[in-house]
């Protein structure tokens, strides 16, 4: 079954610093989806990046790139330069092509907050 | 503008008594589906739908209610809220994948969310 691991409840980390998300994941699908969503704190969700399975290069979405080692299922998201505005809560999720009915599983979260 | 709307926002209900939220999308999405976010626990699927009348159960059906009548719309029903069911909703639509084109997994575009307190 597919499983999102995300073990990082809180980061904190100043303003102009990059930082680190870690997300692990398990799939037996050999195709599917790895992404990044934002939840400021108005709630709404908003896509920040996105790795497919057979993409042969990391993921990049200006200051966000994605650091997806295959082999270790992992799928960290970088943010560089960071800013105040980028606290917020992070959520790693994954979509398999061919199994789990096409279902967008999700992690329980990273909260960010960013410092001046 | 393509996008997933959701309403009410906001919801305050008493315990029993039947509500709906709305959600619709305008990018002839096949699949769509329903979420609930708690603390600590992430995102977990409510229901979600392939296409018009094919519905099926997420990871917490108990308590809710869907239906897929028209390819846009997908209306979650609370039968019997409980105070349980307080939580924030969303409504999420996505192509399906393989049929639009295979080997690239979309992603979905999420509502703006539903917060329900049931008291």
């Known amino acids: 079954a597919q499983k999102i691991t995300q073990t990082q409840p809180g980061m904190f980390v100043q303003e102009k610093e990059a930082v680190t998300l870690d997300c692990t994941y398990d799939?037996?699908?050999?195709?599917?989806?790895l992404f990044w969503y934002k939840q400021p704190s108005s709630g709404e969700m908003i896509f920040l990046i996105y790795q497919g399975s057979y993409d042969q290069q990391n993921a990049t979405e200006g200051r966000y790139s994605l650091n997806f080692q295959k082999a270790r299922k992992s799928a960290n998201l970088v943010i560089s330069a960071s800013q105040l505005g980028d606290s917020a809560m992070y959520f790693c999720a994954m979509r398999e092509e061919n199994t789990g009915f096409q279902k967008l599983v999700f992690g329980t979260g990273t909260r960010l907050l960013v410092s001046p | 503008e393509a996008q997933v709307t959701q309403n009410p926002r906001y919801l305050i209900t008493v315990t029993g008594k039947k509500l709906t939220v709305t959600c619709s999308q305008n990018m002839n999405h096949e699949y769509m589906s329903w979420y609930r976010q708690d603390p600590g626990l992430g995102l977990r699927q409510i229901y979600y739908s392939m296409n018009v009348e094919v519905t099926d159960k997420g990871d917490v059906p108990e308590g809710y209610k869907v239906s897929r009548k028209e390819k846009r719309n997908f209306p979650l029903i609370l039968e019997s809220p409980s105070p349980n069911q307080t939580s924030l909703y969303f409504c999420a639509s996505s192509l399906a994948t393989q049929v639009a084109n295979p080997g690239r997994v979309y992603g979905y575009t999420f509502g703006s969310g539903t917060r329900l307190t049931v008291v």
């Open positions: 799939t037996s699908d050999p195709s599917y989806g």
